[in-house]
């Protein structure tokens, strides 16, 4: 994934915790069949009924920004 890499090596993404759950949830699994092949690009992406998939950078400023601590969780809902 060059954009993970990318976001660390521009200091977007600093947490551990955060950087992990980027490596282990595979975007993949957001999208639709046709657009899998897409999911390791850096842009938002549709995901059908005029909806798009938030660009990693987006939902990695607004994870860091939050500054989550062990047992928090996050919903994202309609951000995208």
């Given at each position: 994934m060059a954009w993970l890499?990318?976001?660390?090596?521009?200091?977007y993404l600093k947490?551990?915790?955060?950087i992990e759950a980027f490596r282990e949830i595979d975007r993949r699994d957001?999208?639709?069949?046709?657009k899998k092949g897409l999911a390791n690009l850096n842009q938002a992406l549709p995901i059908g009924h005029g909806q798009t998939i938030s660009?990693?950078?987006v939902v990695a400023f607004m994870l860091e920004k939050l500054e989550l601590e062990q047992g928090d969780?996050?919903?994202?809902?309609?951000?995208g």
């Open positions: 890499k990318s976001l660390i090596k521009k200091g947490s551990d915790r955060i957001f999208l639709p069949e046709g660009q990693p950078l969780k996050v919903l994202d809902i309609g951000s």
